[in-house]
């Protein structure tokens, strides 16, 4: 009898720590599922704000058009403007601040560590043993929860990068802080070995995405057409780190970015769809009827004569989709970080160069997220007097997460090197319609992907004909289409599959459908001299 309890007594304590550790796990994915709610509600927040203080900075309807009368009075004064910002950048160089944005990331994460400690218990409960273990520990790729990891971290990473920004210091500047934010959580707010999957989404995934909320926000403080407290409100729902350096430090962080007057175009959309197709295994929950609240932005179109892009992100594009069936859909950043512009003839304007980019899609039965960099270009031709098409291409790689959602576990997913292309139009009938059409195309290889590799081929395509019906308001058929396939050691060959047909409301942000109208204008007539 004692060598039998000698024998089952370890046992029995073994089962009972596994039992523990299990119901610590459930625990942990219960109290993920119920952040999900909250996060929900606050990102439709954000997006509402986001909608409609950047539609009310563009509600101006012959905005995108430069006329022959009143560009010749700007191009004359392009010498003073150089002067102009000229003393604007060495007025911000004496106000910017180091240690301020260094201060708030450390109190940041502090904080964030903190609540996490009340809400997660012990991986968060570091402490100077786990930063030593941390420091001379081997980097890995966590299991966290797909939200956390592919969502979370690089909204993380956009406040770090913002408190820096708002602070005046520049794109580079602001992305080393946002690395270094990102590598101390992992050492320092964390007792798990640290993440090198959460440092590329945090520090470079939450660059690509700081910068673009950033510049959403100044485009709101420069542009909006509404009282300042209102003004001050929504660029701060935008990018709450530039609200709050706006807010306590007052003088000496307004007016730290001047945006050079961008042509650009936002519309919003409200809608239903309904599944035509479906393929959902191993995905365990479908809802075919979904409402669908959607903001894209397009900045810095090319052809704004005297408009140059000489800083990170001079040209973007951003996308964010809200779904009544999972939440976040889609959230997508795009923007040119080194190159220029380029003409070809008098009916082509484009720019070209490396393009960084972030994104995360969740079409219900599976998800994809990833950051990466491309070589590409984007332009405008005029086909005839009133019809203009408008494209992207892009080839490139980056790092990229991919599972399925709904899965029998919360941690279905795997990550990966992905190569990656995308090519997009828009063909603009003047101030009547535009048909617009993506396709874009990611393949996650086994490289990079640790234990639980796999390969995945995914592709989604994006149709939708939209036809203004009065001033700003148009209405919209769309057709989307994403699919999945995927194999690997365990589960095999799975192909998933997902398409549907909606119907939209649209608010445009001008009359027309974004086309740049350089035709005319003082410097396309001094360039057709020359």
């Not at 596994?18 to 439709?44: D, G, Q, V, Y």
């Not at 150089?82 to 604007?88: A, I």
């Not at 995308?422 to 874009?440: E, N, P, Y």
């Not at 700003?472 to 047909?501: E, F, K, M, P, W």
Request: net charge neutral; charged share 20%.
């Amino acid at each position: 009898m004692c060598a039998l309890a000698h024998i089952l007594g370890p046992l029995t304590r073994a089962t009972m720590r596994s039992t523990a550790n299990t119901a610590r796990e459930c625990r942990k994915a219960a109290k993920l599922r119920n952040i999900k709610r909250p996060l929900f509600i606050a990102a439709c927040v954000c997006a509402i704000s986001a909608i409609a203080a950047s539609t009310l900075a563009a509600d101006y309807p012959a905005r995108l058009k430069f006329s022959a009368a009143t560009p010749v009075q700007q191009d004359a004064e392009l010498p003073s403007m150089e002067q102009d910002r000229g003393s604007f950048v060495a007025d911000v160089e004496q106000r910017k601040s180091y240690g301020i944005p260094a201060a708030e990331i450390l109190v940041f994460d502090g904080l964030l560590n903190l609540l996490n400690r009340n809400v997660f218990g012990d991986e968060y409960k570091s402490n100077l043993t786990s930063i030593r273990h941390n420091l001379h520990g081997n980097w890995r790729t966590d299991n966290d929860p797909f939200l956390v990891n592919q969502l979370g971290h690089p909204y993380q990473g956009s406040m770090y990068y913002g408190f820096a920004r708002s602070a005046g210091l520049t794109y580079w500047e602001s992305l080393g802080y946002t690395v270094a934010g990102s590598a101390a959580w992992e050492i320092a707010g964390e007792t798990s070995r640290p993440s090198l999957n959460d440092q590329i989404m945090t520090g470079f995934g939450g660059s690509f995405l700081g910068e673009v909320l950033f510049r959403m926000s100044n485009l709101v403080l420069e542009k909006a057409d509404m009282p300042r407290f209102w003004r001050e409100l929504s660029a701060a729902v935008i990018s709450p780190p530039t609200g709050l350096n706006r807010l306590v430090f007052g003088d000496r962080f307004d007016n730290l970015f001047s945006s050079h007057d961008p042509a650009y175009y936002g519309r919003f959309a409200l809608g239903l769809s309904t599944a035509t197709e479906k393929q959902t295994e191993p995905s365990t929950e479908f809802h075919p009827h979904e409402v669908l609240m959607d903001f894209s932005l397009d900045y810095g179109l090319p052809g704004k004569p005297g408009y140059t892009y000489d800083r990170p992100f001079d040209y973007f594009t951003f996308k964010a989709t809200l779904s009544s069936a999972n939440g976040f859909e889609n959230l997508m950043t795009r923007g040119l970080l080194f190159g220029t512009d380029y003409a070809g003839g008098e009916t082509y304007r484009g720019v070209w160069g490396l393009y960084a980019s972030y994104e995360y899609n969740e079409p219900q039965i599976f998800r994809v997220s990833s950051t990466a960099l491309s070589l590409g270009t984007t332009g405008q031709w005029w086909l005839s007097q009133a019809i203009a098409l408008q494209g992207s291409a892009l080839a490139g790689a980056g790092y990229a997460a991919v599972g399925t959602v709904h899965a029998t576990t919360e941690n279905d997913f795997h990550y990966g090197v992905a190569p990656d292309a995308m090519i997009s139009l828009r063909l603009i009938f003047g101030d009547r319609a535009s048909l617009a059409t993506m396709v874009h195309e990611t393949f996650c290889s086994r490289v990079g992907g640790g234990e639980r590799a796999a390969h995945d081929n995914i592709i989604r395509t994006d149709v939708a004909f939209t036809v203004r019906i009065h001033r700003q308001h148009a209405a919209a058929i769309r057709y989307l289409l994403s699919r999945r396939d995927t194999s690997s050691a365990a589960a095999g060959d799975i192909s998933q599959s997902n398409a549907s047909v909606g119907l939209y409301y649209v608010y445009l942000g001008n009359d027309g459908f974004g086309a740049v109208d350089w035709r005319g204008s003082a410097g396309y007539l001094l360039t057709l001299l020359k």
